[in-house]
């Protein structure tokens, strides 16, 4: 299992939310870009950015910084946030994003997006399914950088795409997002039995090495961190396992 760091972009400025709400967020005082030099520097190979302008407006904001990143050798970069249509996701392969990742239309527009994984190929596409539990326990998604719920379950999205030949989903547990409270073993263990073909990345709650270690003794490809990152609450030696270059 690898480690992917995450920045979050808000105004060309490095931030983090809580739990995805946009009236409680930190701001870093880092440069976007050399974070993710630093990053790179560490031994990570990938890295997870996400455009808070376009998740909450529909329209890319840090499209320039995203490409200087991009652009940065030994590092590849998947990038979500606010991408509604194929413009918007050939857009940022062309910028030189190695992966683009779609959240909200994979529920919205399951037809358009997986016409787009059979069209950019399966490892250019992570889909990203945020979730939080109903009263039964049942996974159900959250759309619109979590200002809207649907119906709809993670089981339900996911089998949906299995024919588009789906290969990367990533899947946050809203309530676990930046509380630094460790990240939801139970749903990663369904997940992984549930779709053992899928390769899956795990965000929201991780905030130490025991909790990567246990990510991936469940048989995830990646953890995604960003806070416990950023706050240095991972001590460099004992994410070597984890960072593939390091």
């Given at each position: 299992?690898?480690?992917?760091?995450?920045?979050?972009?808000?105004?060309?400025?490095?931030?983090?939310?809580?739990?995805?709400?946009?009236?409680?967020?930190?701001?870093?005082?880092?440069?976007?870009?050399?974070?993710?030099?630093?990053?790179?520097?560490?031994?990570?190979?990938?890295?997870?950015?996400?455009?808070?302008?376009?998740?909450?407006?529909?329209?890319?904001?840090?499209?320039?910084?995203?490409?200087?990143?991009?652009?940065?050798?030994?590092?590849?970069?998947?990038?979500?946030?606010?991408?509604?249509?194929?413009?918007?996701?050939?857009?940022?392969?062309?910028?030189?994003?190695?992966?683009?990742?779609?959240?909200?239309?994979?529920?919205?527009?399951?037809?358009?997006?997986?016409?787009?994984?059979?069209?950019?190929?399966?490892?250019?596409?992570?889909?990203?399914?945020?979730?939080?539990?109903?009263?039964?326990?049942?996974?159900?998604?959250?759309?619109?950088?979590?200002?809207?719920?649907?119906?709809?379950?993670?089981?339900?999205?996911?089998?949906?795409?299995?024919?588009?030949?789906?290969?990367?989903?990533?899947?946050?547990?809203?309530?676990?997002?930046?509380?630094?409270?460790?990240?939801?073993?139970?749903?990663?263990e369904a997940a992984v039995k549930r779709f053992a073909n899928i390769h899956w990345q795990a965000s929201g709650?991780?905030?130490?090495?025991?909790?990567?270690?246990?990510?991936?003794?469940?048989?995830?490809?990646?953890?995604?961190?960003?806070?416990?990152?950023?706050?240095?609450?991972?001590?460099?030696?004992e994410l070597r396992p984890f960072l593939p270059n390091a």
């Amino acid at each position: 299992m690898r480690l992917i760091p995450a920045i979050d972009l808000k105004e060309g400025r490095c931030v983090r939310l809580f739990q995805g709400d946009f009236d409680a967020e930190t701001r870093y005082a880092v440069d976007p870009l050399a974070l993710a030099g630093h990053y790179r520097d560490l031994g990570a190979d990938w890295l997870h950015v996400v455009d808070l302008d376009g998740a909450r407006d529909g329209i890319a904001g840090n499209g320039e910084l995203i490409a200087r990143m991009a652009a940065l050798a030994g590092l590849k970069l998947q990038v979500g946030g606010g991408l509604r249509d194929a413009r918007s996701v050939q857009a940022l392969l062309a910028a030189g994003v190695s992966r683009v990742v779609i959240g909200s239309a994979a529920v919205t527009h399951p037809q358009e997006v997986s016409q787009w994984i059979r069209d950019a190929g399966p490892e250019r596409l992570t889909l990203a399914f945020d979730v939080r539990f109903d009263a039964a326990g049942l996974p159900r998604l959250a759309t619109h950088g979590w200002r809207s719920q649907s119906a709809v379950s993670l089981w339900e999205a996911v089998a949906t795409f299995e024919t588009a030949g789906l290969t990367h989903v990533l899947c946050t547990d809203v309530s676990r997002d930046g509380a630094l409270n460790g990240p939801n073993l139970d749903l990663y263990e369904a997940a992984v039995k549930r779709f053992a073909n899928i390769h899956w990345q795990a965000s929201g709650g991780i905030r130490d090495i025991a909790d990567l270690t246990a990510l991936q003794s469940l048989g995830l490809a990646a953890a995604i961190s960003g806070k416990a990152l950023l706050e240095q609450r991972l001590p460099r030696e004992e994410l070597r396992p984890f960072l593939p270059n390091a």
